[in-house]
């Protein structure tokens, strides 16, 4: 098993920035990568930016490329989300999750991840 919680979420101005953290706790030994998604209401879960756990690759959604950065501190079982250059289409509630430790390439589907966590609102006034 393994757990995820989520924080850093908040109300910004557009053109502001925030830092989300996801903090990973249990069978971290196991795990391939964590994943960001958010979800907007009315909207499908969307994939939003994902890390590998050991080798570190990076992977992000067009919408989000150049404003987002995802990163992670092994040592401290946290992987980080820097948000620069928000807009008011980047608000939703965002979450983390585990990448399933399977032999598949992909990192942007939903179905990829398990554990997922409780995620924080993210708002973005203009």
């Known amino acids: 098993q393994v757990q995820l919680v989520e924080s850093g979420g908040g109300l910004v101005q557009a053109g502001g920035s925030l830092r989300l953290s996801c903090v990973v706790s249990?069978?971290?030994?196991?795990?391939?990568?964590i994943g960001w998604f958010r979800q907007a209401p009315g909207k499908e879960r969307e994939f939003v930016a994902a890390?590998?756990?050991?080798?570190?690759?990076?992977y992000y959604a067009d919408s989000v490329k150049g404003r987002f950065t995802i990163s992670r501190d092994n040592a401290k079982n946290t992987v980080y989300l820097y948000m620069n250059s928000l807009k008011s289409e980047d608000t939703a509630v965002y979450y983390c999750?585990?990448?399933?430790?399977?032999?598949?390439?992909?990192?942007?589907?939903?179905?990829?991840?398990?554990?997922w966590g409780q995620g924080t609102q993210v708002t973005v006034t203009s």
């Open positions: 890390i590998s756990w050991s080798g570190g690759a990076t």
């Open positions: 999750a585990v990448r399933k430790n399977d032999y598949g390439s992909s990192w942007y589907g939903s179905l990829m991840y398990a554990y």
């Open positions: 249990g069978r971290t030994f196991s795990i391939r990568g």
